[in-house]
């Protein structure tokens, strides 16, 4: 059992993971969300960046989590 990691610093790490993974998509949502104004017409543009920042880290950190959690079986 030694050189495991506990429980609260793994959901930690992976909400700080999710959280970062989000402000970079924020900073680059601009060409997705020129291309959703374009399709949907009236979308305001916080609205649909919020979408897919959210989006895109929840696929993401699902993703991740999937990955960590089958890492350990054989």
């Known amino acids: 059992m030694a050189g495991q990691i506990g429980r609260g610093p793994v ?3 992976f909400w700080l993971l ?6 970079i ?3 680059g949502r601009g060409p997705f969300v020129l291309g959703m104004e374009y399709l949907f017409g009236s979308a305001n543009s916080d609205i649909v960046g919020a979408m ?3 989006l895109a880290g929840s696929i993401l950190m699902l993703a991740f989590l999937f990955l960590w959690s089958h890492a350990g079986s054989h």
């Open 11 to 13: 959901i930690f790490g």
């Open 18 to 23: 999710g959280y970062a993974l989000g402000f």
């Open 25 to 27: 998509f924020y900073l």
């Open 52 to 54: 897919i920042s959210g």
